[in-house]
Every structure is written in structure tokens, then in C-alpha cells.
């Protein structure tokens, strides 16, 4: 009997813990993606499509897509050759560099931005010095891609620091003694090893960048057709009360990011089988 009890308290535990699951994702991903798709459609695919068809719409989708991919391609090959360096190498102050790689998670993003703006500001020594030689930093794409890559920075150094942690050296110095040079130690050896990481990261970092708004919208200027993201455009629409605009553009970052996720996960999933 005390067998049956427990194995009924068990089985209700689990059931508990499911039900507690899915009800989480249920509130807080699937309602609320739900009724973005149904705003975006509210009009029918020809009211979605109009939407997307303004000039302002699929100029912000084009110009936040490629400073994204941009983004995610230069914290990719930093935040990879930071991470070997704090690995690999004895660093002076590593607790604290590692602490530093953290901080644009625990920064407000509308902190981060306006540190760039008093820093390379117009009315800042450095960005006055810059704007008499013509480099526009606030206000203009560098700024953009700035804000960008410093909230994001954190993503690939924390997917592949693991890896180089698990993986250890013997393999490199096995490469060494036979004669391979530091380069191709890390090409052949070390690099193959830290795709996963990378593309995790990689992915991570240009799903954030899209929906970046809080450092964004200070440093860009919002200027229709010049500066304008898609998270201040979504903004934008939501105070003109065009729901249906917001909501289908928003449609558009969604359904970017998941397919960059879905990939990502179809190709680990691969990597994972064929290596066993």
C-alpha cells in the first residue's frame, strides 16, 4: 500500500509540475505570440502585406536586418578571440575582465545608449573632434552599430567560453608537438571544436539585435528612411495607434529570429548525431 501511495504522490507530482509548465508557456509565449500574429492579420493577408509594403516598413525591416547581421557577425569573431584570450591566456585581472564582459546584461539598455551619447555626443570633446573631421557617430549607423554590439557583446563570449573550458588543451598541445604553429593549432584543432558556441551565439546576438530598442532610440535619431529600426518603427506605430502595422513588422523580426533559432538547434541536433 505505502508503495501504491507514493507512486500515486509521485504521479501527481509530475502532473502537477507539467500542468505548472504549460501554463507558463501558455501566458507568457503562446497567448501572447498568438495575438500578435491575430493583430497582424486582423485584415486579412492583403491588410498584413499593405502594411509591410510602406516605404518606411520595408526600408526599417532591410536596414535592421543587415546592421543586425553585421552586428552578429563582428561580436562573433570578437566575442570568440575574447573568450580564447580569457581561456587560454594568463590575463592580469581576469575576475574583473570577466565581470566587465557581463556588464551590458546588468546595464539598462537606455543606459547604455546615453553613455554613448556623452561619450561621442555632438557636444562631447570626442564626438565634437570627430563631427569637424565628418564622422557622424550619434545620430548616424555607427552609433546605431555601436549600441548594438555593446548590449549584445556578453552573447558569444558566454556560448563558446564553456566549450574552451570543456575541451581543455591536450588536443592543442598534441597539435603543437607535432609540429602544427599557433594558427593552425586553432584553425584545425581549436576551431572546429567551438562552431556550436559560436553559432549559438551568433544567432543569440542577431535575434537581440533586432528587437533592440532602449540604446537604440537614443543614438539613432529616428529619422524616417535614414536611422530608423524596426523597434522604434513598431514604437512609432503603436503612438499612431496603427496596430495592425505594428504587429505585422513585428510578424516579420519574429519570424526571422525563430528561423535562425530553428536552424541553429536543427544543425546542433546533427552535429550531435554525427558525432556519436
Same mark, same amino acid.
Given at each position: 500500500?505505502?508503495?501504491?501511495?507514493?507512486?500515486?504522490?509521485?504521479?501527481?507530482?509530475?502532473?502537477?509540475?507539467?500542468?505548472?509548465?504549460?501554463?507558463?508557456?501558455?501566458?507568457?509565449?503562446? *497567448?501572447?505570440? %498568438?495575438?500578435?500574429?491575430? /493583430?497582424a492579420f486582423r485584415e486579412g493577408w492583403s491588410?498584413? #502585406? @499593405?502594411?509591410? $509594403? !510602406?516605404?518606411?516598413?520595408?526600408?526599417?525591416?532591410?536596414?535592421?536586418?543587415?546592421?543586425?547581421?553585421?552586428?552578429?557577425?563582428?561580436?562573433?569573431?570578437?566575442?570568440?578571440?575574447?573568450?580564447?584570450?580569457?581561456?587560454?591566456?594568463?590575463?592580469?585581472?581576469?575576475?574583473?575582465?570577466?565581470?566587465?564582459?557581463?556588464?551590458?546584461?546588468?546595464?539598462?539598455?537606455?543606459?547604455?545608449?546615453?553613455?554613448?551619447?556623452?561619450?561621442?555626443?555632438?557636444?562631447?570633446?570626442?564626438?565634437?573632434?570627430?563631427?569637424?573631421?565628418?564622422?557622424d557617430i550619434i545620430y548616424a549607423i555607427p552609433?546605431?552599430?555601436?549600441?548594438?554590439?555593446?548590449?549584445?557583446?556578453?552573447?558569444?563570449?558566454?556560448?563558446?567560453?564553456?566549450?574552451? *573550458?570543456?575541451? %581543455?588543451?591536450?588536443?592543442? /598541445?598534441?597539435?603543437?608537438?607535432?609540429?602544427?604553429?599557433? #594558427? @593552425?593549432?586553432? $584553425? !584545425?584543432?581549436?576551431?572546429?571544436?567551438?562552431?556550436?558556441?559560436?553559432?549559438?551565439?551568433?544567432?543569440?546576438?542577431?535575434?537581440?539585435?533586432?528587437?533592440?530598442?532602449?540604446?537604440?532610440?537614443?543614438?539613432?535619431?529616428?529619422?524616417p528612411l535614414q536611422t530608423q529600426v524596426a523597434?522604434?518603427?513598431?514604437?512609432?506605430?503603436?503612438?499612431?495607434?496603427?496596430?495592425?502595422?505594428?504587429?505585422?513588422?513585428?510578424?516579420?523580426?519574429?519570424?526571422?529570429?525563430?528561423?535562425?533559432?530553428?536552424?541553429?538547434?536543427?544543425?546542433?541536433?546533427?552535429?550531435?548525431?554525427?558525432?556519436?
Open positions: 500500500m505505502k508503495g501504491c501511495s507514493s507512486r500515486r504522490e509521485q504521479d501527481l507530482s509530475a502532473i502537477a509540475l507539467r500542468s505548472i509548465l504549460f501554463g507558463y508557456l501558455i501566458l507568457l509565449i503562446i *497567448l501572447p505570440l %498568438g495575438h500578435i500574429f491575430g /493583430e491588410g498584413f #502585406w @499593405q502594411s509591410l $509594403q !510602406k516605404a518606411e516598413a520595408l526600408f526599417t525591416l532591410k536596414f535592421t536586418f543587415a546592421l543586425a547581421l553585421f552586428t552578429a557577425i563582428v561580436n562573433a569573431i570578437a566575442g570568440t578571440l575574447t573568450a580564447y584570450v580569457l581561456v587560454r591566456f594568463p590575463v592580469k585581472g581576469k575576475t574583473i575582465l570577466n565581470a566587465l564582459v557581463d556588464l551590458p546584461f546588468a546595464i539598462p539598455t537606455a543606459v547604455s545608449g546615453l553613455m554613448l551619447l556623452l561619450l561621442y555626443g555632438p557636444q562631447s570633446p570626442l564626438g565634437s573632434w570627430l563631427g569637424d573631421r565628418g564622422i552609433g546605431i552599430v555601436l549600441a548594438m554590439i555593446f548590449v549584445t557583446f556578453p552573447f558569444s563570449i558566454r556560448s563558446v567560453q564553456p566549450l574552451l *573550458l570543456e575541451m %581543455g588543451q591536450d588536443k592543442e /598541445e598534441a597539435a603543437k608537438t607535432l609540429g602544427a604553429s599557433s #594558427w @593552425q593549432t586553432f $584553425q !584545425k584543432v581549436t576551431l572546429p571544436m567551438l562552431w556550436p558556441g559560436i553559432l549559438s551565439g551568433f544567432s543569440l546576438t542577431f535575434s537581440r539585435a533586432l528587437a533592440e530598442f532602449g540604446s537604440v532610440i537614443i543614438v539613432a535619431g529616428n529619422i523597434s522604434v518603427y513598431i514604437y512609432g506605430e503603436v503612438e499612431s495607434f496603427n496596430m495592425v502595422g505594428a504587429a505585422s513588422v513585428s510578424v516579420v523580426l519574429l519570424i526571422l529570429s525563430f528561423t535562425l533559432l530553428y536552424a541553429q538547434n536543427r544543425w546542433l541536433a546533427r552535429k550531435r548525431r554525427g558525432d556519436r
